[in-house]
């Protein structure tokens, strides 16, 4: 498997993770979260995770009003629990 747009694959014999990071950056935000192989029940399903919550931040992010550039911090609070959720 390997790294898409805001998705990176961790896969290190010698560390105690190994999964997928999804990273995206809007509005002056980075949201980061991980998807563990070991939580998903292996590396496809990490994926399917991972994929399915980038695709319900950007909706959400698309749709949100900014302020001088940024995003507000609603926005910003809605995004975490979504991120929290999955």
């Not at 695709?55 to 550039?69: A, H, R, Y």
């Amino acid at each position: 498997m390997r790294s898409k747009r805001n998705l990176t694959r961790f896969t290190y014999e010698h560390t105690a993770f190994q999964g997928w990071r999804l990273c995206l950056s809007r509005g002056g935000t980075t949201f980061t979260r991980y998807f563990s192989d070991k939580h998903y029940g292996g590396g496809r399903k990490a994926l399917d995770a991972a994929e399915s919550a980038l695709e319900e931040l950007k909706t959400l992010l698309e749709g949100s009003k900014k302020v001088n550039g940024k995003l507000m911090p609603s926005t910003i609070r809605k995004a975490e629990k979504l991120l929290m959720e999955h």
